[in-house]
């Protein structure tokens, strides 16, 4: 069974910073890439930072250069390092793990989302 768990979420003031985890079960071994999304009230889920499994990353432009995404794969788990967090950062952040068999995304997963709230 593939469980995606995010923790890490809270609230804090603009200018501070928050680590996500996403601890996973069940997917880490064999998925392709993991990524981090967020998405915000009446606004569309987008992405904020993935990781593959050589460890590339990219990120959105939103926040690069203030988030990392990171995995330690000894704990099948998955990080988002968020610094000089803004008002607009403010949004449920869901954990994602995606197979692909050559661009085409075969199996995608999702966890339950966790609400990060940056006050200014």
């Known amino acids: 069974q593939v469980q995606l768990v995010e923790s890490g979420g809270g609230w804090v003031q603009a200018g501070g910073s928050l680590r996500l985890s996403c601890a996973t079960s069940?997917?880490?071994?064999?998925?392709?890439?993991m990524a981090w999304y967020r998405q915000a009230p009446g606004q569309t889920r987008e992405m904020v930072a993935t990781?593959?499994?050589?460890?590339?990353?990219k990120y959105s432009d939103l926040v690069k250069g203030r988030f990392r995404i990171s995995r330690e794969n000894a704990k099948n788990t998955v990080y988002l390092q968020m610094s000089s967090l803004k008002p607009e950062d403010t949004a449920v952040y869901y954990c994602?793990?995606?197979?692909?068999?050559?661009?085409?995304?075969?199996?995608?997963?999702w966890g339950q989302g966790t609400q990060v709230t940056v006050s200014s």
């Open positions: 994602n793990a995606k197979l692909f068999s050559g661009l085409v995304v075969t199996r995608e997963y």
């Open positions: 069940g997917v880490f071994e064999y998925c392709n890439a």
């Open positions: 990781i593959d499994n050589r460890g590339v990353t």
